[in-house]
């Protein structure tokens, strides 16, 4: 039987702060307003949240004039509350955009005050209540090559460096980060994430860091060994590395087997991060598995996360402690 976590005080959360670390959940406020045990489990067991979706651009900026922060609030104010911090998710994106921007037909003179309002009314909003940002997310193909977005086509790629700017400017005590998946081991994306964020370095561009989001899958996980050497060359520019999005994602039935398998990819990971100095925040793409983006978006695929859709720990619990408690 699946131990109970909680009752002896043992938590992910009791363990990472020990460790001096952030282990993290992204969170919608649906369940979390509405689920007493989604809260409850929360609060218990991470010290740090990440909005999944109420602070992306078409949520906080639904028109021109007009801003809306009641999802994000709900969430922040929950964090405070039980002694979190929060990871902001996410300033400048393609996707989750407003028609009124993306339909705008708005040329570069025009698009660049609005991305610094944005930006400036988002962050100053937050400020010190968000730790850290991610302040520009996937603007990377998974070739490596710029991928050409509604910002880049526009304003080109100075788009990252000027929002990063205007981020510090807004919230001069947040962390920074560029946020994007399939970097975490070593290879054409993780080199073309490298380049991106040393050339800024080079810059004096205000970036403090490099999200890894970990969206994995059961039969396709990077080699630890990997994404050590990936977090050590972060590190030697002197950037922070957080692991944003974690999920490893199963096809087809859950079975005893598949979900040992899942725990020893999610312990690996976290060893990893735990080994490496620059490694500080761990976190989640959800935690239960009754809310996860996987079913939607993967047909077939599910069983992502630590908790199953009951709210009990999986293997991967139990594994992730066992990695949180190992020297
Ligand atoms: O999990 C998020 C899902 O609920 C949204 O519908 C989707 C579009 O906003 O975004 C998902 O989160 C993504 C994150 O913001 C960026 N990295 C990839 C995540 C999964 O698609």
């Not at 300033?91 to 407003?98: F, Q, R, S, T």
């Not at 490596?144 to 086509?153: D, I």
């Not at 080109?156 to 000027?162: I, K, M, R």
């Not at 630890?224 to 520019?237: F, G, K, M, N, Y």
Request: aromatic fraction near 12%; include cysteine.
């Amino acid at each position: 039987m699946l131990n109970r976590p909680g009752q002896t005080g043992e938590t992910l959360r009791s363990f990472a702060q020990a460790r001096g670390r952030y282990i993290g959940a992204a969170v919608a406020p649906g369940p979390l307003l509405g689920e007493p045990v989604y809260a409850e489990t929360l609060a218990r067991e991470f010290n740090m949240l990440t909005p999944e979706n109420a602070l992306k651009f078409g949520r906080t900026h639904p028109s021109r004039d007009r801003y809306t922060f009641q999802d994000a609030d709900a969430i922040v104010a929950f964090a405070q509350a039980n002694g979190m911090v929060v990871r902001g998710h996410t300033l400048v994106w393609h996707e989750v955009l407003p028609r009124w921007l993306t339909a705008g037909a708005f040329t570069r003179d025009e698009l660049l005050p609005i991305l610094h309002e944005h930006i400036t009314t988002v962050v100053g909003r937050y400020r010190g209540q968000i730790s850290a940002w991610d302040v520009v997310n996937e603007a990377l193909g998974s070739d490596g090559a710029w991928r050409n977005t509604f910002w880049y086509k526009t304003i080109g790629p100075e788009y990252v460096d000027l929002a990063f700017r205007w981020a510090r400017e807004a919230d001069p005590q947040a962390r920074l980060f560029y946020n994007d998946y399939g970097g975490e081991g070593m290879g054409r994306k993780s080199d073309a994430i490298y380049e991106l964020v040393q050339g800024m370095r080079r810059r004096g561009v205000p970036i403090d860091g490099v999200g890894l989001q970990m969206h994995v899958r059961l039969d396709a996980s990077p080699e630890p060994a990997e994404v050590a050497a990936s977090l050590q060359r972060l590190a030697a520019l002197g950037l922070a590395v957080h692991i944003t999005e974690m999920d490893v994602r199963i096809q087809g039935p859950a079975t005893e087997e598949k979900l040992t398998r899942q725990a020893s990819i999610y312990r690996d990971m976290l060893r990893v991060c735990l080994a490496a100095e620059n490694c500080g925040a761990f976190v989640f793409w959800g935690f239960t598995d009754r809310h996860s983006w996987i079913p939607r978006y993967f047909p077939g695929w599910g069983a992502a996360l630590p908790f199953d859709e009951a709210y009990r720990p999986k293997p991967a619990y139990r594994a992730l402690i066992e990695a949180l408690k190992t020297p």
